[in-house]
């Protein structure tokens, strides 16, 4: 497959998962904290576990090695880096971002493909820093909620699965990143999270 024929949506997992194998590139220390965390992650059953620190700290480092050893130990991961692709750089475009990732995870439709039932409200305050309008955003931000929650059901059916979210606040301000209201309320016991931020980030 030609990288330019990709649908945009693949074309950012792969710039994710890229970005993600060069930083754990680096990674040398903290072996025994890793695996403090990847332990924490197994148990942290229908919870997210939030990794704080200090800018320049080695936590996106960090954050790519955990991301591997979960894999290493059967979970499929769906990794993110904020503000590291045009498409997530606020909150709604990753949530967009793992409901296309766990559609194709299960064989679904892409939702962004379909057309709204009923009447619907899109809270479209969250742009892409471009100015560019977002696929798929004839849906209202609950809607896209409530299919994410519908997957993580679906998904945590058969597989292990962690969201992951690195650098929370290179994302645009909003109450929906503030509140992490891009990540699935309600989920399978199989679904984790784990995001990273600054330590002064209000999470």
Not at 11 to 40: G, I, M, P
Not at 66 to 85: A, E, K, Y
Not at 126 to 152: D, V
């Amino acid at each position: 497959m030609v990288y330019r024929q990709m649908d945009p949506w693949e074309r950012d997992t792969r710039s994710q998962w890229n970005y993600l194998h060069e930083k754990a590139r680096f990674f040398s220390v903290f072996d025994s904290f890793a695996d403090t965390v990847v332990q924490q992650l197994e148990k942290s059953v229908s919870r997210t576990l939030a990794l704080k620190g200090r800018a320049g700290s080695g936590k996106s480092t960090l954050f790519s090695h955990i991301c591997q050893l979960m894999m290493q130990r059967g979970w499929t991961v769906l990794p993110f880096f904020g503000g590291n692709t045009e498409r997530s750089t606020d909150a709604f475009g990753i949530l967009m971002g793992l409901v296309w990732q766990m559609e194709t995870l299960t064989g679904q439709e892409h939702m962004e493909n379909q057309e709204p039932d009923g009447e619907y409200t899109f809270t479209g305050n969250l742009p892409f820093r471009s100015g560019k309008q977002k696929a798929g955003n004839h849906f209202s931000l609950r809607q896209w909620q409530e299919r994410l929650e519908e997957l993580c059901a679906r998904i945590g059916e058969t597989k292990k699965v962690m969201i992951a979210v690195d650098a929370l606040d290179q994302l645009q301000e909003s109450e929906l990143r503030d509140l992490l209201g891009f990540l699935p309320s309600r989920r399978s016991s199989k679904v984790v999270c784990f995001v990273t931020c600054l330590e002064n980030h209000p999470l």
